[in-house]
């Protein structure tokens, strides 16, 4: 049986600047709590990494580009594989306190993760997309902004 629920959010810095160990497929439940966590905090994150909720494993989850609905996609042990055109960024993070802080990102990157059926994909991204998606990967290697 699968219990779904929100989970809170982590606000320890050194919580959250330890790295995360890779997902395995006993972890879908946590990748179930992750979407539930996101969906509930909608209206002020896209994106999240399961160390923000508390547990440290390589999943990230994020909203797609669909305005009208939200579809949240989820990657088990994603990976950078290709990075291009580098730009400052500023970002905000539900789990860090205080103003938008200053990153790297890159506009389009090229992404290696495992699908819920632990299949291994490829994909690349761009725009506000690909700045999520590097957001949620620093935060599964303990890089905080």
Known sequence: MVIIMIKEIIHDPLFLSLASRPATPDDMNIAIDLIETLHFHQHSCVGMSANMIGERVRIIAFAGDEKLSRRYFVMFNPEIIKKEGAYDAKESCLALTGEPRPCKRYKTIKVKY??????????????????????????CDGVLI
């Open 114 to 139: 495992q699908d819920e059926n632990f299949a291994v994909k490829y994909k690349t991204y761009t725009g506000f997309t690909a700045e999520t998606i590097q957001h949620e990967i620093d935060h």
